[in-house]
C-alpha cells in the first residue's frame, strides 16, 4: 500500500515549495477559465479566445524582452487586445472572424518580433519557450497575490454581467429590447476573456492558453443541461486536470534514466483532452438511445373552438 | 369574417395600449416607412400583414425602441417610446436556439423575469412557481425539462413566448412566428396567441406575410405595402380599393371557401411578381 502512495506520489511531492505554489496558482487559473470558457463556449467564441491568447503571447513576449513580470504582459496586452477585437467588430456575428483574424495576425507578428529581439540580445535563453509552452513550476511565489487578485476580478466581472450575458448568448435581440446594454455586457465579457485568457497563459503557457479556457468547459457543458451545473462542473474538471498534470509532471522527474521531466503543460492539456473525450462516451449513448417523443395530437376542434366562444 | 370574439374586445379597447402616429423612417437613404399611423387597443390581436420587404420587421424595431424613426412618434401605455421597458414582451424572428445551449425550457422562461438585471439570480420559490404558471399557460410543461435546443420549431415558439410573457407585458410583438413552423404547428401557435390575449388581456401584434392563417383570431389588421400602411378590421382593410390604394396599383380581392387571395389585376404591369408572390403564398395557407 506504502509503495502504491509512493509510486503515485513521488517523495518529496507534497513538500516541494514549487508544487504548492503551482497547485495554488493552477487551481485558481483553472476555476477562472471554468467559469469564463462556459460563455465562451456557448457564445461561440472560442476562436476569439484563442486570438487572445497569441495576444497574450506578444504581450508576454514584450515583457520578457523589457524585463517586465511576464504576467503583467500577458493580461496587459490581452486587454489591450479584447478592446481592439470589441472595436472591430467581435459582436456581429459576421464581423467576429474577421475582428478575431486581424487582432491574431498582428499579435503573432510582434510576438516574432520580441521573441527574436530576446533571443537576440541573449539575456533569456529559455524565454521563449517559457512564454509560448509555459511551466508553472517555475512561477514566482511572489506573483500568487496578482494571480489571487486578478482570478477575483475576473470573477466578480462575470458575476456582475451573468443574467444580460446569458440573455445576450440566447438572442442579442431579445437581450435589446429588454433594455440590456448589450455592448457594455459584450465588453465586461472581453475584459473577463482577457484576463482568463492572460492567467492561462502563465499557467501553460499563451499557446496553450485555450485548452484551458476551451476544454474543461466544453467537456462539462457535453454532462450537462444547466448553466450553472456546467459552470460547477468545468471549475472542477479543470483543477483536477491542473493538479492531476501538476502530479504526472512531478512524477515524470523519475521515469527516464536522465532524471529530465517532461513538460508539465503537455500533462496538463493531455488531462483536459482526455477528459473530453471520456465526457463523448455518455453523450453519444445517450443520443442513440434517445427515444424520439412524438408531441401528442391536439384535437381538431382546438383552433374552431375560439371563433365559436 | 369577423370573429364574434372582437365585440366584447372592442368596447374594452378605450384605452389604447399602443399607439403609432406618423412613423417615417429611411434606412441609408432608402424610405422604408412612410406616415405610418395605427393604434392597439388592451387585449386586441392585431396581424401587422404585408409581403416581405414591406418593412414589417423594421416597424417593428421602431416599436420596440430600437430603432429611431426619421419622424414621428410612437406611445407605449401613453408613455414615449425613447425608454425600453418590460411592457412590451419580444419575439423576434428567426431565435435559432443552439443544441449544445445548457439551458432547458423553464431555464429559459425564468431568464424573462430578470435578464436584464445584473447580478446572479437565485433560485426560490415564487420564480419556480411563476414559470411553472407561464409554462402551462403556453401547454408546454411537457417539455420544462428539455434543453431548448432540443425542441421542435413550435415547441422553441412556445417557449420563446412564455418567456416574453412573464414580465407580464401589456404589448406581445412577435415577428413571423409562422415562418419556421408547419402548418399545424402554426395553427397551434396562433390559437395559443388568441386565448392569451383574452384571458390575461395582452395586446398581441404578430407580422406575416400570409392573412389567411390569422382570420379567423384576428381583431385588427394593419396591412403594410410599400412602405405604406393601412389599418382597420379584416373587413374595412382587405378590399380590394383600399389595397389598390396601398399598393398603388389595382389589386383584386378574392375570396375562395373563406380565404382571402390578393392578386394583382391584370392590366398592371408592374404588379406581376406580386401575383405570383400572393398566389404562392395563398396557396401555402
Known sequence: MHQLWTWVFEPGFFTSSPVHVAAGIGGAVAVVCGVTGVFTVMRGQSFGGHALGDVSAAGGSGALLAGLSPLLGFVGLGIVGAGAMDLIG????RGRDLATGIVLGAAIGLSALFLYLATYTGATSGGPQQILFGSIFTVTPGTLPAVMGLSLLALAVLAVAWRPL???????????????????TGLLYMLALAISVGLSSLAVGAILSTALLIGPAATALRLTKRVGWAVAAACLIGVAATWLGILLAYDSYDWGPSHQGLPVSFFIVAVVFAAYLLAGIPAARATRHQPVAAPPAVPPGELDSRVAA | MTTMTAQPRAEAAATDVLAVEDVSVSLAGRQILDDVCFTVGAGQFTGLIGPNGAGKTTLLRVILGLQRPSSGTVTV???DRSRRSTAVGYVPQKVLLDPDLPMRACD???LGIDGHRFGIPLPSKRRA???????????????AGTRVGNLSGGEQQRVLIAHALISRPRLLLLDEPLANLDLRSGQEIIALLAKIATEQRVAVLLSAHEVNPLLPVMDRVVYLAAGHAASGTTQEVIQADVLSKLYGHHVDVLHVHGRVLVVAGAASGPGEDLTADHAVEAGSG
Open chain 1, 90 to 93: 467581435v459582436r456581429r456575428v
Open chain 2, 108 to 110: 429559459l422562461v425564468a
Open chain 1, 166 to 184: 446569458l440573455l445576450d448568448t440566447v438572442s442579442p435581440d431579445i437581450a435589446a429590447a429588454r433594455g440590456v446594454r448589450v455592448r457594455l
Open chain 2, 129 to 143: 412557481e411563476l414559470v411553472r404558471e407561464m409554462l402551462h399557460a403556453v401547454d408546454a410543461e411537457r417539455f
Open chain 2, 77 to 79: 401605455l401613453r408613455r
